[in-house]
């Protein structure tokens, strides 16, 4: 059974969630408020209305080379283009470094980004003092941004962590849970992961400056190969994402404990040139929170599930979203 027939009915229930809560929002005071205590991270979505004002204003939105990214790049593009903007997009970048020199140099007007990955890769943090809290991870990003003559935009409910990761039986074997179990056998085995995490302290570095592991090699692999090598046998280890839809679908896999916090957790922040955020004005910052209200760690691990397991186009499962949760129509 594909992801999308297994889990797609969770999707729908988020978003009829979601309209029942915007339902229950427009009744009278003689309702009772009925409030039980619990907590829902679905947010009631408003449309989007397209204002002409917007008409003519060019953006370019982008995003890194992978799944996750693109669909977030896809979702902020057509959020912005249903309010109204002409919007580009170029969706395949490549990693942060390359990103954030093509919002620099005007070649983009914003792309998502991740709290953790600009706080150690632009701004200099170790990885344990990255805040946990992603309210206070994202002030800190905001300012070292605005002082770069950049704009931060509050962050998504959902964060993302890079994680170590192998087959469960592996780990069986190994007998281990977390990272620091990998002392005394990492020299043993095979560490796979994307190209850039040779250089990234949340990556390899972290593993080798923090953890003190050495591997028997580390051999860099696309992005979309992180699983398959672990399938067919190339690597005991890869370097996962935990948002990855394969972890959400299937047991085969474990995940590691970071024990030592070095690869710290990322809310999603829209970054933008503060040329493009004054040109566009007000109904940009406004558009990019709207549409990322409803992105719940398992409302993304599923648009990923969508494009990586089941082959939809990013840019469909992107629509679904924003349709679904009725953002458009």
């Given amino acids: 059974m594909s992801s999308t027939a297994r889990y797609k ?3 729908a229930l988020f978003a009829a969630l979601v309209l029942a809560l915007g339902i229950a929002a427009c009744g009278g005071d003689d309702d009772d408020d009925g409030d039980s205590g619990e907590e829902t991270t679905e947010t009631s979505a408003t449309a989007i209305e397209e204002n002409p004002d917007n008409n003519g204003i060019a953006l370019t939105i982008g995003s890194k080379n992978f ?9 902020y593009a057509q959020g912005l283009e249903a309010a109204g903007y002409d919007i580009s997009t170029d969706l395949n970048l490549g990693d942060e470094q390359v990103a954030l020199k093509a919002l620099e140099t005007g070649e983009i007007s914003g792309y998502p980004e991740y709290t ?3 706080l150690t890769s632009f701004f200099q943090f170790a990885p344990e003092d ?3 809290d992603a309210q206070a991870a994202f002030e800190e990003s905001k300012d070292d941004f605005e002082a770069e003559g950049l704009v ?3 962050p998504t409910e959902f964060s993302s962590a890079n994680a170590v990761g192998l087959l469960t039986t592996t780990a069986e074997d190994l007998g281990v849970t977390s990272i620091s179990d990998l002392e005394g056998q990492s020299q043993d085995l095979d560490l796979y992961g994307s190209p850039e995490c040779r250089q990234r302290i949340d990556c390899l570095v972290g593993l080798e400056e923090n953890y003190g592991l050495e591997f028997k090699s580390f051999t860099p692999v696309d992005i979309g190969l992180r699983y398959e090598v672990l399938d067919k046998g190339d690597a005991d280890l890869s370097i996962l994402f935990t948002t990855d839809a394969q972890l959400f679908v299937s047991d085969d896999y474990t995940i590691l404990e970071d024990d030592q916090g070095v690869l710290p957790a990322g809310n999603v922040i829209f970054v933008a040139s503060q040329e493009a955020a004054d040109e566009a004005g007000p109904d940009f910052g406004e558009t990019i929170e709207n549409v990322q209200g409803n992105l719940t760690l398992e409302v993304m691990q599923e648009l990923n599930a969508r494009v990586d397991i089941d082959r939809e186009k990013p840019e469909d499962v ?3 979203y924003l349709e679904e949760f009725g953002y458009i129509q």
């Fill in 9 to 11: 009915g969770l999707f």
């Fill in 67 to 75: 799944t996750e990214q693109i669909i977030l790049g896809e979702i």
């Fill in 116 to 118: 953790s990955t600009a």
């Fill in 130 to 132: 990255v805040p946990s």
């Fill in 152 to 154: 931060a935009y509050p």
């Fill in 318 to 320: 992107a629509r679904e």
